[in-house]
């Protein structure tokens, strides 16, 4: 984390899970526990758009944000089954995951489609956390950082600098550490939370690339997430499993807070 230059976002996905009813229990759990949590760090939920909602509704007033976990690139039309930027603004929506790896694995986004909807996202007022990140094949293989390298390139393709920027998030999550307890060490991930930097800095520049929030995800929870944390280009995290559960949830945010 680098507070002078940069927000810390620590932001939950819940996948998959998760039910209506649930959401308040949960809120009412989480916030006594992360009461001291300050401005320079932001908390958000990402839930499934059913959910959405009753999310908004619960943490109105919290200083916990609620995002999507996709959209789609289109603006509106016959594309049944999606939902767009636009839709998810009107009813507050804060921040929307794009290009989850989970997408790219089993509903065959590509980094083309990722630049399509981080493009579509830039045009409302949200943060858009994008996710790059390796499989296990291709970190043996020795192609993280070029793979990684081309996802970010792709990704922001044609995405102006300036105050465009300030709504990117880049969230590595390498495959492999999704979901498995592998945590990518410390120095692993800080190795290519750097290399992301600094193409950051080759498309835009040093200030612009100092100024935009990389996240870990992957396994990330409250055991681990001070020493991922304190790694000088890791400035956030991306939490699945552990954001269900508010004590390991709040740990984590308690950790980007101190
Ligand atoms: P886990 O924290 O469950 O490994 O999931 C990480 C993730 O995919 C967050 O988007």
């Given amino acids: 984390m680098n507070r002078e230059l940069r927000k810390t976002v620590i932001a939950g996905n819940w996948k998959m899970n998760m039910l209506a009813s649930e959401i308040k229990a949960f809120k009412d759990e989480l916030m006594p526990l992360i ?11 990402c839930t499934p758009f059913v959910l959405l909602p009753s999310a908004l509704d619960v943490f109105k007033g919290t200083g916990v944000g609620v995002g999507a976990q996709n959209m789609s690139q289109h ?8 939902v767009s930027a636009t839709q998810l603004t009107d009813i507050g929506t804060q921040y929307v995951i794009i290009g989850h790896s989970e997408r790219r694995q089993y509903y065959g986004e590509t980094d083309e489609s990722v630049n399509e909807k981080t493009l579509a996202a830039l045009k409302t007022p949200m943060t858009a956390i994008v996710c790059v990140g390796e499989t296990l094949e291709q970190r043996e293989q020795g192609i993280t950082n070029s793979l990684v390298t081309k996802q970010v390139e792709t990704a922001l393709k044609n995405v102006p600098g300036g105050e465009e920027l300030g709504k990117i998030i880049i969230a590595y999550e390498p495959v492999w550490a999704i979901g498995t307890g592998k945590t990518a060490t410390p120095e692993d991930a800080q190795e290519v939370c750097k290399v992301i930097r600094d193409v950051l800095a080759k498309l835009y520049c040093e200030k612009s690339a100092a100024s935009i929030t990389i996240q870990y995800g992957g396994s990330m929870n409250d055991k681990n ?9 890791i400035d956030g995290g ?7 559960k508010p004590d390991a949830f709040a740990v984590i945010i308690n950790a980007a807070n101190q």
């Fill in 75 to 82: 603006e509106s039309g016959a594309y049944t089954g999606e």
């Fill in 238 to 244: 991306l939490i699945g499993g552990a954001s269900l």
């Fill in 35 to 45: 009461s001291g949590y300050s401005a320079w760090c932001e908390a958000a939920i």
């Fill in 225 to 233: 997430a001070k020493e991922l944390l304190a790694q000088p280009d």
